[in-house]
């Protein structure tokens, strides 16, 4: 590991089930995303026929995060774990590209 690479915080199981689903949500979202589409709806079809399992199971984890009395979610140590997990280019996905023809 190169000393610039960010670590994994310590998560609680419950917090790492949670960054789990939501970036699984956000890989399929950004699936369906006409604006990044490769035109064929199969694909976008398949991604949000599974983006409904995948919300159960992001439903299941605060679900089980606030059953183990885990009540607060801190956002610098999760923003980090999405950090060096790549939500942030993940997520970028999910965005409407900029228009270059509007830049020009």
Known sequence: MRLDEERLPALTEAEGALIDRY???????????PARSSGHTYS???????????????RDALQL????????IYPATLARALRVLDGVRRSQRVTVPPDHAEQT
């Open 23 to 33: 970036l699984a949500v956000v890989d399929l979202v950004a699936r369906i995303n």
């Open 44 to 58: 976008g079809l398949r991604a949000a026929q599974a983006l409904v399992a995948e919300a159960i199971g992001l």
């Open 65 to 72: 995060m606030f059953e183990r009395r885990e009540h607060e």
